[in-house]
């Protein structure tokens, strides 16, 4: 007995250590997540966003709540194994949650990285409906981009406010310009990495995303839709686009996906 509780204490321990590599190796790249120059949310006003964690209580990426069992985030956030994920809701603290629910099922797309960094989307499925309050509540899809150059797009994210810095206690938020396909490619470093499941913002007003923001929202206040999920960048808004999976684009294999119909 006492053999087996050592193996399987390892074998978390290996978990955690080869998903932290894995983050820390994809930050030192390209993938970026967190909120640059951007404020503190107050309580309530982004009820839909989660912080996705593991179960020793560490802050891993962002998400979003698109139905009572269901979270959208990026599909790299889903390194470490289910049974030791929890989503945390309700609260713009990540440290003190209104509620935490655990996870059933991973749904990952199935060209995730092919090529390079497309596909990057996932669905959470939680064990348990989420309680909706004035904390909690869902947020409606976008079903086509109908973005222009230069709209404003809100980002939210408890990733870090400077480079390599530490995760904020406080859900941060900032305001964005969308820039077309187009413009976004000819800017963005490793272009071959832009798909067509993708959108842009650009970051050089000193505005943008950086560690730990992955798989967190990028919302269009005006219509109320969530329109993308923070997929990579060159961190930390430093004059490059950032780049998120486009939700209209998505937006077929996210419904077939809760319906348990999904594919490519």
Partial sequence: MKLFQNITIALVALFATLAQGRVANIGKQLIDTRVIGGNDVPEGAIPFQVSIQNTFGEHICGGSIIAPQWILTAA???????QYLKIVTGTVN????????????VKIHCLYDQPMYHNDIALI???????YNEKTKPVELATSNLLKQGDK???SGWGSTKLWGRTP????SAELDFMEHEKCSGAVRKA?????????TDTSNGKGSCHNDSGGPLYDAVNKVLVGIVN???PCAAGYPDVFASVAYYHD??????????SC
């Fill in 76 to 82: 790299h956030c889903m390194e470490w194994p289910k």
């Fill in 94 to 105: 990540w440290t003190k949650p209104d509620a935490e629910y655990f996870v059933e099922d």
């Fill in 125 to 131: 499925k939680l064990a348990k409906p989420i309680v």
């Fill in 153 to 155: 797009l809100v980002l």
């Fill in 169 to 172: 206690d406080i859900l941060q």
């Fill in 192 to 200: 071959e990495w832009l798909g067509q499941g993708n959108i842009c």
């Fill in 232 to 234: 990579w960048g060159q």
């Fill in 253 to 262: 294999w996210i419904l077939t996906n809760m319906a348990g119909s999904g």
